[in-house]
Structures are given as C-alpha cells and as structure tokens.
Nanobody, 125 residues
Framework: QVQLVESGGGLVQAGGSLRLSCAAS????????MGWFRQAPGKEREFVAA????????AYADSVKGRFTISRDNAKSTAYLQMNSLKPEDTAVYYC??????????????????WGQGTQVTVSS
C-alpha cells in the first residue's frame, strides 16, 4: 500500500521560506511522477510542481516559477518542495501525490493515484 506523508508546513511571514517534505513508502517509484498540489479555502485544488522520480525532470505552475523548487532524494524516497519569497496568496493546504501517467499529464489532478493527507502553509502579510 502506497503511503505519502507530508511535513514542514507552518506559519511564515511574506517573503519568508519553508521546505515541505513528502515521505513515500509502499513501493519503488521509478517511472512515477511525484507532484505537489495546493488548495486554498473556497478554491479548487491546483497544480504546483512535479518531478519525474527517475530522471529528475521538473515542471512548475507559472505562479511559482522562480520561487519554488521541487527535488527528490531517491535513497530516502522523499520529495521536497522548497518555497522561497512566499506570498499571502501561497496560503493553502499543500498535498503531495504520485502518478503513473505520462509526463504530459503532470498537472492533471485526476491522473494522480495516491495522495498524502496535506500540510497547512500560512503566509502572513
């Protein structure tokens, strides 16, 4: 059974940084895509970033390009989301997820098979 556990959320002032972690277990993830999504109150869940577990290829939403960096540690089966220059509009619950779909579908929420429980990120102005 695949399990994803996020950590690292919290309260930070605008302009600050946080690093989220997603510890994955239950199988090997070569060929899978690890994605980060977020959901703000009253809004739909949206794509943030993704990384191909085997190659390290990455993709980002336009809203976070240049500020967020996704990475992974294969030995620890853990993915990370380094978030810099945080803005109040980044406030949301952040989820990690795993997909077997092709790279062209990395931003499609419905193609992700397994999800973590989420971690709250709050950015104060």
């Amino acid at each position: 059974q695949v399990q994803l556990v996020e950590s690292g959320g919290g309260l930070v002032q605008a302009g600050g940084s946080l690093r989220l972690s997603c510890a994955a277990s239950g199988r090997t993830f070569g060929g899978y895509v690890m994605g980060w999504f977020r959901q703000a109150p009253g809004k739909e869940r949206e794509f943030v970033a993704a990384i191909m577990w085997s190659s390290g290829r990455t993709a980002y939403a336009d809203s976070v390009k240049g500020r967020f960096t996704i990475s992974r540690d294969n030995a620890k089966s853990t993915a990370y989301l380094q978030m810099n220059s945080l803005k109040p509009e980044d406030t949301a619950v952040y989820y990690c997820a795993v997909s077997k779909a092709s790279w062209t579908a990395v931003n499609r929420l419905r193609d992700y098979d397994y999800w973590g429980q989420g971690t709250q990120v709050t950015v104060s102005s």
